[in-house]
């Protein structure tokens, strides 16, 4: 976790938050902000305690925040964001979901957020097509074949089939998903997207459909790749309904957020038949995942590794860290949320 501290600037990070960009920090902060690092120890408690006056960060303006300070810290919720000095005036969050930042209670407190949109963009569209093409294939059946010394005798080809010419639908066409759209074209799949509206920048062989025309888009749908973000109107956005609007033996992938779906609906879905695959890197309780999973033959399952590449985790960081200077420079970053544009 870190803070950064006026007149006095500091820059407070937790010694295994910034592991990637370390060296880019001091070409970034050189003339504006001191980096100090947090107690690896630090509870939430003593966190929020070491911003009140006589702690080390008293005077604290501004934070970098990684999800996996969730184990010492918590959430980034409601009371977190209450519990926070006045000082405290810009969060940079460490990705492009955000949902562990309680947007709302930062613009209410007159906070701002920002996050990292575009640094994951390739890393999670490539996880999307391994996911989608062992879904389709069913190499992750037939690799657990290998392993079991089995060699090819559980595979059917009339369950496997071919990307080329098939339908993909994309929930949310921003920068992860529309990186997806290109990586698929080169098969080529048919691209049709559904999004709050329509995207000015999108090729035109990206088909718009909006949300009078989602069932005919679904009804179209060999698969369906999920990357919209998780917050108080994605929640269940791919429930029971919409997966039975999918055309039957359609593939459900999802890299976004575990509870952007209806885990119980997709595997009533595959049991039944009308789902042939699905491919996961998320899911509603992470780190834990229903062992059910384990026991669908046409499933592949991914430990949230979706932005797990050095090239991805610098640029992360990086990006948060030029958020919060360019805030100090300038009183703004680049990256503000969404919340924070309405």
Same mark, same amino acid.
């Given at each position: 976790?870190?803070?950064?501290?006026?007149?006095?600037?500091?820059l $407070? %990070?937790?010694?295994?938050?910034v592991?990637?960009?370390?060296?880019?920090?001091?070409?970034?902060?050189?003339?504006?902000?001191?980096?100090?690092?947090?107690?690896?120890?630090?509870?939430?408690?003593?966190f929020?305690?070491?911003?009140q006056?006589?702690?080390?960060f008293?005077?604290?303006?501004?934070?970098?925040?990684?999800?996996?300070?969730?184990?010492?810290?918590?959430?980034?919720?409601?009371?977190?964001?209450?519990?926070?000095?006045?000082? &405290?005036?810009? &969060?940079?969050?460490?990705?492009?979901g955000?949902?562990?930042?309680?947007?709302?209670? %930062?613009?209410?407190?007159?906070?701002?957020l920002?996050?990292?949109?575009?640094?994951?963009?390739?890393?999670?569209?490539?996880? $999307?097509?391994?996911?989608?093409?062992?879904?389709?294939? !069913?190499?992750?059946?037939?690799?657990?074949?290998?392993?079991?010394?089995?060699?090819?005798?559980?595979?059917?080809?009339?369950?496997?089939?071919?990307? $080329?010419?098939?339908?993909?639908?994309?929930?949310?066409?921003?920068? &992860?998903?529309?990186?997806?759209?290109?990586?698929?074209?080169?098969?080529?799949?048919?691209?049709?997207?559904?999004?709050?509206?329509?995207?000015?920048?999108?090729?035109?062989? !990206?088909?718009?459909?909006?949300?009078?025309?989602?069932?005919?888009?679904?009804?179209?749908?060999?698969?369906?790749?999920?990357?919209?973000?998780?917050?108080?109107?994605?929640?269940?956005? /791919?429930?029971?309904?919409?997966?039975?609007?999918?055309?039957?033996?359609?593939? &459900?992938?999802?890299?976004?957020?575990?509870?952007?779906?209806?885990?119980?609906?997709?595997?009533?879905?595959?049991?039944?038949?009308?789902?042939?695959?699905v491919?996961?890197?998320?899911?509603?309780?992470?780190?834990?995942v229903?062992?059910?999973?384990?026991?669908?033959?046409?499933?592949?399952?991914?430990?949230?590794?979706?932005?797990?590449?050095?090239?991805?985790?610098?640029?992360?960081?990086?990006?948060?860290?030029?958020?919060?200077?360019?805030?100090?420079?300038?009183?703004?970053?680049?990256?503000? /949320?969404?919340?924070?544009?309405?």
């Amino acid at each position: 976790m870190s803070a950064v501290r006026s007149p006095f600037v500091h820059l $407070s %990070c937790h010694p295994d938050q910034v592991l990637w960009a370390k060296d880019e920090v001091p070409s970034l902060f050189n003339g504006i902000a001191d980096v100090f690092h947090l107690d690896p120890s630090v509870n939430r408690t003593d966190f929020l305690a070491s911003f009140q006056p006589g702690g080390p960060f008293e005077g604290a303006v501004g934070l970098f925040r990684k999800n996996h300070s969730t184990a010492r810290i918590g959430l980034f919720d409601k009371e977190l964001i209450n519990a926070l000095p006045s000082s &405290i005036a810009w &969060i940079a969050h460490v990705g492009a979901g955000y949902d562990q930042v309680d947007a709302g209670a %930062c613009k209410a407190r007159g906070i701002r957020l920002s996050n990292t949109p575009h640094a994951v963009d390739d890393a999670t569209a490539t996880t $999307s097509l391994y996911l989608l093409i062992s879904t389709m294939r !069913c190499f992750s059946k037939a690799e657990r074949s290998v392993r079991a010394g089995l060699w090819k005798s559980q595979h059917s080809a009339a369950h496997a089939h071919d990307l $080329s010419g098939k339908a993909v639908a994309i929930l949310g066409l921003g920068g &992860i998903g529309l990186r997806f759209a290109e990586l698929v074209r080169a098969f080529p799949m048919r691209v049709l997207y559904h999004s709050r509206r329509k995207v000015a920048h999108a090729p035109e062989w !990206c088909e718009y459909y909006d949300a009078g025309r989602l069932d005919e888009m679904l009804a179209q749908a060999d698969a369906l790749s999920i990357h919209v973000p998780l917050n108080e109107h994605t929640a269940g956005m /791919v429930d029971e309904k919409m997966i039975r609007k999918l055309k039957k033996g359609a593939v &459900i992938v999802n890299t976004a957020r575990g509870k952007v779906t209806d885990e119980e609906a997709m595997m009533r879905a595959l049991q039944d038949g009308h789902l042939s695959g699905v491919g996961l890197d998320v899911y509603p309780d992470e780190p834990n995942v229903d062992p059910r999973w384990l026991d669908f033959p046409n499933v592949t399952l991914l430990p949230h590794i979706g932005t797990g590449t050095l090239e991805s985790a610098k640029a992360l960081e990086v990006r948060a860290l030029e958020n919060l200077r360019d805030f100090l420079v300038a009183g703004a970053g680049k990256d503000l /949320v969404p919340e924070f544009m309405q």
